[in-house]
T-cell receptor, first 113, second 116 residues
Framework: GDSVTQMEGPVTLSEEAFLTINCTYTATGYPSLFWYVQYPGEGLQLLLKATKADDKGSNKGFEATYRKETTSFHLEKGSVQVSDSAVYFC????????????FGTGTRLLVSP | GAGVSQTPSNKVTEKGKYVELRCDPISGHTALYWYRQSLGQGPEFLIY????????DSGLPNDRFFAVRPEGSVSTLKIQRTERGDSAVYLC??????????????FGQGTRLTVV
């Protein structure tokens, strides 16, 4: 079945460091790919998405490129801030007509001043 | 405008009891989803409603779990004969336009269910 694998955390960085959170997927169809973020005490929020190969999703300085050849959707940010501390979830959807999301286990990011 | 609202935020129940979890979606959203997030895991799909009908309930783990959305707005997830393994955060999400790929699903903050 469809699945998402993302790097285990926590990822601990200093402010202004470069961030990469790896995500790879297995899917029978041609999925759309998503990154969701969960800030402390808040619900899941969509961070960015890509719906076809080579698309780049971007938001709030975060980027991820849909790589079909490597079945990957790694999340990157050039300079993290303390406010980026959260749990990040990679997800895919192959649903025809609705978003039935399959999530990874989440990666906790801790950014220190 | 209000987001997706879930009540209660926390629920502690004894093994074997019946519980109901409520979700108020964003007004006008026709698609509604339930997910379950166990400790240290990502959310897992339970059921999807399009309007009043359950279009896909393939994620419900067994027949102790049931969900309704009688008027196409508020939804209730019902769990009978609760077990300790049902302890998790239950998430609700809603989206517009029938939940198609190009629309965003908005999540509530979840109900943390603890079965003791």
């Amino acid at each position: 079945g469809d699945s998402v694998t993302q790097m285990e955390g926590p990822v601990t960085l200093s402010e202004e460091a470069f961030l990469t959170i790896n995500c790879t997927y297995t899917a029978t169809g041609y999925p759309s790919l998503f990154w969701y973020v969960q800030y402390p005490g808040e619900g899941l929020q969509l961070l960015l998405k890509a719906t076809k190969a080579d698309d780049k999703g971007s938001n709030k300085g975060f980027e991820a490129t849909y790589r079909k050849e490597t079945t990957s959707f790694h999340l990157e940010k050039g300079s993290v801030q303390v406010s980026d501390s959260a749990v990040y979830f990679c997800a895919l959807s192959t649903g025809t007509g609705f978003q039935k999301l399959v999530f990874g286990t989440g990666t906790r990011l801790l950014v220190s001043p | 405008g209000a987001g997706v609202s879930q009540t209660p935020s926390n629920k502690v129940t004894e093994k074997g009891k019946y519980v109901e979890l409520r979700c108020d979606p964003i007004s006008g959203h026709t698609a509604l989803y339930w997910y379950r997030q166990s400790l240290g895991q990502g959310p897992e799909f339970l059921i999807y409603f399009q309007g009043t009908g359950a279009a896909d309930d393939s994620g419900l783990p067994n027949d102790r779990f049931f969900a309704v959305r009688p008027e196409g707005s508020v939804s209730t997830l019902k769990i009978q004969r609760t077990e300790r393994g049902d302890s998790a955060v239950y998430l609700c999400a809603s989206s517009s336009q029938g939940g198609f790929m190009n629309t965003e699903a908005f999540f509530g903050q979840g109900t943390r269910l603890t079965v003791v």
